[in-house]
């Protein structure tokens, strides 16, 4: 177990996720933030409760973890570049990032990370499950681990932001822009990408935003994808993470998917978002 002096880390599962205690977000010196860098980098999604953060000490903070991203499908928070709100209101059915997912897996370069803060919440249900992909590519066989080694997947937001996507149904009362270049654009990831801070192998691919394997049409792709996103998101794979007002998490995009779930009809939930810029996957 990684030793911390500044911070408490008590993991919240045997995979992936630690919450993390004795900091103030809003105020958190060197000492604290490089213990911080060193649990998220270890345990993949960190979990902070009771926080007081604005969406300008939120920009802050997530700054500090690498240079800020935009989402390319929502506007943002206004004055707030790139914080975006997250609201599921009381009388609607769908909500946002309802499936297995890496966020904005579609976009070249992919974020590093994901910080999302909890401003209102169900008083049951609305938690987010996380699942390691690191854990999941350990867990496959070598014959398998071989035969995915090389293989590369077509990347597209048109099954969630295309003109029959799911966003375009779904009853959402959230501010949803059309972004046509970032909806038609393909980009070809690796499935098993290596992390360029840990130097772990990881599986890479989210169903939402995988449409075939390169050079393979979609119905002879769709078996092992069906497989692999099936496996990597396996409960021996995940933690789960129940939200308070006031709690932060903050996920290792190039290694953790996520799910939010929809099992608080009748009620409010209000998050706010920032991503940060990633690399190539590679
Ligand atoms: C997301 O997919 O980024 C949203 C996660 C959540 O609201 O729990």
Excluded at 263 to 279: S, V, W
Aim: with cysteine; aromatic share 10%; proline share 7%.
């Amino acid at each position: 177990m990684p030793e911390f002096d500044h911070i408490k880390v008590e993991p919240t599962s045997g995979v992936l996720g630690a919450e993390v205690s004795g900091v103030d977000l809003a105020h958190v010196d060197d000492a604290h933030f490089e213990e911080i860098y060193r649990a998220w980098l270890e345990y993949q999604v960190l979990f902070f409760r009771d926080q007081r953060l604005d969406p300008g000490q939120q920009t802050q903070l997530a700054a500090r973890f690498g240079e800020l991203d935009v989402y390319p499908f929502m506007e943002p928070l206004p004055g707030y570049p790139h914080v975006i709100p997250i609201v599921k209101e009381k009388h609607t059915r769908s909500n946002f990032g309802g499936g297995w997912h890496s966020d904005m897996s579609y976009t070249e370069r992919p974020p590093k990370a994901t910080m999302l803060y909890a401003v209102e919440v169900p008083t049951h249900g609305g938690d987010t499950l996380f699942a390691s992909m690191t854990a999941a590519y350990e867990a496959l066989s070598a014959g398998m681990q071989q035969m995915i080694g090389g293989l590369r997947a077509v990347f597209s937001a048109t099954k969630v932001h295309g003109a029959s996507g799911y966003y375009q149904n779904a009853d959402h009362p959230m501010a949803m822009k059309k972004n046509e270049a970032q909806e038609s654009a393909r980009f070809l990831h690796p499935v098993v990408r290596t992390h360029p801070e840990t130097g772990r192998k990881g599986l890479f691919l989210d169903a939402p935003h995988v449409d075939r394997f390169e050079n393979m049409r979609t119905s002879e792709s769709l078996p092992l994808m069906n497989f692999l996103c099936e496996h990597a998101t396996s409960p021996q794979f995940t933690t789960r993470f129940r939200w308070r007002a006031g709690s932060l998490a903050i996920w290792d995009n190039r290694s953790v998917q996520h799910y939010a779930l929809n099992d608080y009809p009748g009620q409010r939930r209000e998050m706010r978002r920032i991503t940060m810029k990633g690399d190539v996957p590679a």
